[in-house]
């Protein structure tokens, strides 16, 4: 994998890759107030709030898995496994004043999986024709493009998306976009 592509790929994932830190920080936190509990001999006051903030954590770490994969996961995807790449949505986020004066853009770009891990890219403008010539280098067999009806389809069957996109003439290839 090119350089570019690398920096690229650290640099717009590294703001997800920090939840990760937040996290374990978290779980730390609340361990050491477990400890904490149970030398001071008020457990039982606080052993059920204990155990719904670990169930809490325990399930805000499993939906959002894919943000905790390290950067060599996507190395390795990217590198190994490119026909699991599927589906590239890209995403413009406006940010406005009083909801009425836009005043920057921000890009972003998800990469899904088969699987339905998903990696989150953010992309300055400048940087965006990288973004899309490395998609179309490593993944030119992915959609590129978003659509609710593409979404229901991807939600419906992740491992057949590409057959049916295709069959139902949504398809648009990742290479047509560079």
């Known amino acids: 994998m090119q350089s570019d592509y690398i920096k690229l790929l650290k640099k717009g994932t590294s703001q ?3 939840q990760k830190v937040v996290l374990y920080f978290i779980i730390v936190a609340v361990f050491i107030g477990f400890l904490l509990a149970v030398f001071n001999g008020v457990l039982k006051e606080n052993i059920v709030m204990i155990i719904i903030i670990y169930v809490f954590l325990g399930f805000y770490y499993w939906k959002n898995r894919a943000d905790f ?7 390795d995807q990217f590198e190994k ?17 009083y909801f009425v004066f836009t005043y920057s853009k921000s890009y972003k770009y998800e990469v899904l999986l088969k699987n339905g891990l998903k990696m989150t890219v953010m992309c300055p403008k400048e940087k965006k024709g990288l973004f899309k010539k490395m998609i179309a280098e490593y993944a030119p067999h992915a959609h590129f493009g978003y659509s609710d009806e593409i979404n229901k389809m991807y939600r419906k ?14 398809f648009q290839s990742a290479r047509e976009f560079i």
Do not use: C, M
Request: glycine fraction near 2%; aromatic fraction near 18%.
């Open 157 to 170: 069957d992740k491992e057949n998306f590409l057959r049916n996109l295709t069959k139902s003439g949504l």
């Open 81 to 97: 496994t490119p026909k699991n790449f599927i589906w590239v949505k890209p995403i413009t986020i406006e940010h406005t004043a």
């Open 16 to 18: 997800y890759r920090v």
């Open 69 to 75: 994969k390290p950067f060599k996961y996507w190395q």
